[in-house]
């Protein structure tokens, strides 16, 4: 097993491959790993250890953020289960999401003209709420009904609300600066 | 539940080595080591511990570093330099203050450069005689060459300015273990001190840089939740902001080189004075014989300042919404660097914490302490209570797309190491090379952002457009530095990379300077490299035999033959005085053991995970 070799993150953590996940266990089991293959345990080894160290503890941070955040672990199950998101050229939603992404981008601009920090931090704990309920459904579509492709339609819903998530952000730093 | 880590991965070497933690820093350096398991800051000759951060050339190119140079800052302003922290890594361009400074600045592109009547010099240059200076301080104190060193830089010093950083230190003569970012330092200092646990905030402001870090602490275990900072804001700004008052007071528009210099001073001594006291005089003498009087209350210099103190807050309220928390999540705000001792930054911290900051190190040597536990650390003189230590990259790395706009590879706050792959494609029929450019920052104009390095990909084999397909690897390592690798996925062929980075110097660069200051004794470089290999060796021997005492049974009779007879070969060689000999004979032996070490790595973390998993049924 080289760090490349590595297919699996959840073989990699031990832990069984389902969007809901112990995140606890999670959490530990990765300290564990980084706690023997973090590169300052390499400092006074071969050049050789060195870079292998390098290499695992690169592969554990990857494999570590892609299980601890949601949308990225929901992509990460999908492509185990050979569905592909398409996020890049599939861009057919339904209308009503559509619409409600209209008035999302609305807000964002009446907020950002306003200079109003007030208005977008309202805005991005509506996004969050909005956000967890689509993970809701999510963890129902792949974990219970296994319905892989109205999951990857999800996902990729969930992916326009984190792209306004980082625009708001971005909108945030802008005001702030 | 607890976590165990205190069984490390691979047992660490018998023999002490010495190891030191240097807070290289814009105002004041130090360096401390960990003697007898308690960290302890070194002392020159006289007793002091802080050395002044400035380097004075003389004529005949000899130089005085410190108090001695410091004695020259108000006579010969131009070839005394203070403060060169904050040219490090920066191009002209980047810097707003600089005609006020008394250098004269060389015409030349990149890293900044200086005229003195000894002949050019850069930052890194000037870094690196504060660094030597150090290092003999350390030899003296202890008696012994040093093995390596931790250096500590600000949290959100980007690519160029650590790159520039670890350049002097090999300048200087020293291996650098690792880059520490100085609020990581802090916290290790400040949590094994207080046996701390829980997220806390390290607030320091020092003479030249603000950084601000978000850290969890938990049994042995520092992460960092997120950083920010500003890399040009610290207490030297507070001078200059009682420097232009005191040009209003006094009516003066001009003053020259000598007289800036000296009235610079004097506001800094009265800005320290006002941390004591509620009223500071200030008198300073001019060159043309009259005097400049006026005194300063604190009142007025809250006001002066209170720009400067908000200036801070911003970055703090950004690093707490990426850590994704609130005030309330903060259990502890630790206080670091000596411009935190003005008690409008102490009110400022605590209105917007809403707690009484945490003063119980002293804060001009917990940078210096923190690097030097985890030099100690790393030199592998640590048994059982092991740490570790998960820092951040401070900025975005991106990459120029169409139309002058950043594409974001890797975003802040993400976890080192790491490495993101890219593809990218030709867009001409037989087109063998490319560019790529690299910047690091958050806006979306890669004009508002850092340039990093130009890389230029040569050698994809001729396809038509659009059909080479080259996936470039940028991989940040745990100090914080990228580097590139690229191969086209059809063909695979590793594309050949010449990267020119925007403020560095390269690699020719260093080596070159390196031999320079040794141009007249040729064989003081044969000796230095190979006294560097028999170390070199005597490590890697080390580190085999202790790996073969432990997992020798992961071996066959074959293999174990083979690692052996290279242990042997490499023996004998370092027993003789040919450095490229030894070289050859580590480089076969490190070969040798390339599948016996990864056998180890994996060996080592299932066995981890099967321990964590009997506790966890324990529990
Ligand atoms: N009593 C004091 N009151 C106010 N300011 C002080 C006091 N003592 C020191 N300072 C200021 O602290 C600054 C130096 O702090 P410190 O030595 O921590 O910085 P540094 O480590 O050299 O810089 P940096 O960390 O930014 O590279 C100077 O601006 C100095 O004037
Ligand atoms: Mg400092």
Known sequence: MTPEATRNYFELFQLPPSFQLDLDRLDRRYREIQARVHPDKAAHLSDTEKRLFLQWATLANEAYNTLKRPLDRARYLLRIHGVDTREEDNTAMPPEFLLEQIEWREELQAAVALKSLTALDGLAARLRKEMNSLLGSLATLLDVERRHPAAADVVRQLAFLEKLGRDIDQAQTELEE | ?619
């Open chain 2, 1 to 619: 539940m607890l976590l165990q880590i205190s069984e490390p991965g691979i047992k660490p070497l018998k023999p002490r080595r010495i190891a030191v933690g240097i807070d290289l820093g814009t105002t004041h350096s130090l360096v401390a080591t960990v003697d007898d398991q308690r960290p302890k800051v070194l002392e020159d000759g006289q007793g002091r511990v802080l050395l002044p951060s400035v380097v004075h050339y003389r004529a005949d190119h000899t130089v005085d570093v410190g108090y001695e140079a410091i004695a020259w800052q108000n006579d010969d302003p131009e070839n005394t330099f203070v403060s060169v922290k904050r040219y490090m890594g920066r191009g002209r361009d980047d810097l707003p203050e600089t005609h006020n400074a008394p250098y004269r600045f060389a015409d030349v592109p990149g890293m900044v450069q200086f005229e003195t009547r000894a002949g050019t010099v850069s930052p890194v240059q000037i870094s690196a005689e504060i660094l030597k200076a150090l290092r003999e301080r350390a030899i003296r104190a202890l008696g012994d060459d040093i093995a390596g060193a931790v250096i500590t830089v600000p949290a959100y010093f980007d690519d160029a300015q650590r790159q520039a950083t670890k350049d002097a230190a090999k300048l200087a003569g020293l291996e650098v273990f690792r880059l520490l970012n100085e609020p990581t330092a802090a916290a290790v200092a400040y949590g094994l001190d207080q046996a701390a646990e829980g997220v806390y905030a390290v607030y320091d402001l020092g003479g030249g840089t603000f950084d601000i870090s978000i850290l969890k602490l938990t049994r042995g275990v520092f992460e960092v939740l997120a950083t920010n900072g500003d890399p040009a804001l610290g207490g030297d700004d507070f001078d200059r902001a009682v420097y232009d008052w005191m040009l209003r007071e006094a009516g003066i528009s001009a003053p020259n080189a000598g007289d800036a210099r000296r009235l610079l001073s004097a506001a800094r001594e009265a800005k320290e004075r006002l941390s004591e006291q509620d009223s500071a005089p200030i008198i300073a003498p001019l060159s043309d014989g009259a005097a400049v009087r006026c005194t300063l209350s604190r009142e007025t210099f809250d006001t002066l300042t209170s720009d400067l103190v908000k200036r801070t807050i911003t970055p703090v309220r950004k690093a707490l919404r990426d850590a994704g928390l609130s005030i309330e999540d903060i259990k502890g705000v630790v206080l670091v660097g000596g411009a935190t001792r003005m008690p409008c930054i102490r009110k400022a911290v605590a209105d917007f914490f809403q707690q009484p900051p945490r003063v119980d190190l002293d804060p001009d040597k917990v940078v210096a302490i923190g690097a030097a536990l985890q030099a100690n650390a790393l030199a592998g003189n640590r048994g059982d209570d092991d740490w570790l230590l998960l820092d951040v990259i401070p900025l975005s790395l991106g990459i120029e797309t169409m139309g002058g706009l950043t594409e974001k590879i890797i975003p802040r706050n993400s976890t080192l190491p790491l490495a993101r792959a890219q593809d990218f494609t030709t867009w001409k029929d037989g087109q063998t090379a490319m560019s790529i450019h690299v910047v690091q920052g958050e806006r979306e104009l890669v004009s508002e952002c850092r340039s990093l390095a130009r890389f230029e990909l040569r050698g994809i084999p001729p396809m038509v457009a659009g059909a080479a397909r080259v996936r470039v690897t940028f991989q940040v390592d745990a100090d914080g530095l990228l580097s590139v690798s690229a191969a086209e996925q059809t063909s695979g062929v590793e594309a050949k990379i010449e990267v020119k980075p925007s403020y560095g110097l390269n690699d020719a660069d260093i080596t070159r300077m390196i031999e320079d200051s040794y141009k007249h004794a040729r064989h003081d470089i044969e000796a230095r490299r190979l006294r560097e290999q028999k170390v070199e060796a005597l490590r890697l021997i080390e580190a085999t035999e202790a790996a073969l005492a432990e997992d020798s049974e992961l071996l066959s009779a074959d293999e174990l033959v083979v690692i052996h007879e290279n242990m042997r070969i490499l023996k004998e060689t370092s027993d003789g005085n040919d450095w490229e000999a030894i070289k050859k004979a580590a480089d076969a032996l490190n070969e040798a053991s390339t599948e016996f070490a990864s056998r180890r790595m994996n060996h080592s973390i299932r066995k981890a995970l099967a321990g964590q998993k009997l506790e966890e049924l324990d529990a």
